[in-house]
């Protein structure tokens, strides 16, 4: 257990690492990857069948990202990345931590037993995975609230890493105009645009109600998945 915990601490690190400057690599902007890893301990090693606990474990891809635009997938056991053999988490950081955004960057993986070069053309990190400041917004006539998804908000809803958008954070169960929302669920679109602050919803609700719509189209992730949902529009 404890080395399970050591390793959630250093996933955590790494994924940070990931998009945001790293103070203790480079005082520059590095490449985005979109990636969530784990590293690979003796005993991992031991289940895969492999004789040496080396290389880190991808756990999560975004969707849209460079990582699965390159053809990383889950699974996936990191050996290289830029030339740099990676052996340990720290390996992987060091090497993260000397890209920069629009970087094409070779990387190594082993996939059941085969191994795949793959390039990866890293970018500057997405606004909607930058999120750091807390907003929210309370819909009144429509029963619900919305909050910008940041850290501590993804923390106290469970919402899972990958995820992007509005976390919907309080729900009036006695109105029925919330377009069937509930506390926990994740807006990522309203009329197929992207959202990560809860200004940006506030204004597609009102373009929608000038140009005299009855309804805003939703992209909303549940607990059973993506769906889409209209949201009644009250004048």
Not at 52 to 73: M, Q
Not at 131 to 155: I, P, Q
Not at 156 to 179: H, K
Request: contains cysteine; positive net charge; charged residues 20%.
């Amino acid at each position: 257990m404890q080395g399970i915990r050591i390793l959630t601490i250093v996933v955590v690190l790494l994924v940070l690492c990931m998009g945001v400057t790293c103070p203790t690599i480079t005082q520059a902007e590095v490449g985005f990857l979109g990636l969530q890893v784990q590293g690979l301990d003796r005993r991992a090693a031991k289940a895969l069948g492999l004789n040496l606990a080396s290389g880190v474990l991808v756990k999560d891809v975004a969707v849209g990202e460079p990582g699965a635009i390159a053809g990383v997938r889950r699974g996936d056991l990191i050996t290289k990345f830029n030339s740099k053999t990676v052996r340990i988490f720290t390996d992987l950081i060091s090497a993260v931590g000397t890209t920069k955004p629009r970087q094409n960057v070779p990387i190594e993986v082993q996939r059941r037993g085969l191994r795949f070069n793959l390039v990866m053309k890293t970018t500057k990190r997405p606004a909607q995975w930058n999120v750091k400041n807390d907003a929210f917004h309370h819909y009144r006539n429509m029963g619900f609230t919305v909050a910008a998804l940041t850290d501590k908000v993804r923390k106290n809803f469970s919402i899972r890493w990958g995820a992007t958008g509005l976390a919907v954070t309080i729900v009036d169960t006695e109105n029925t105009v919330t377009g069937g929302l509930r506390a926990g669920d994740v807006i990522l679109q309203a009329n197929l645009r992207d959202l990560w602050h809860p200004q940006q919803l506030t204004e597609h609700i009102e373009k929608a109600q000038t140009s005299g719509r009855d309804n805003l189209l939703l992209l909303v992730e549940g607990p059973a998945g993506y769906r889409y949902a209209l949201l009644p529009l009250k004048k």
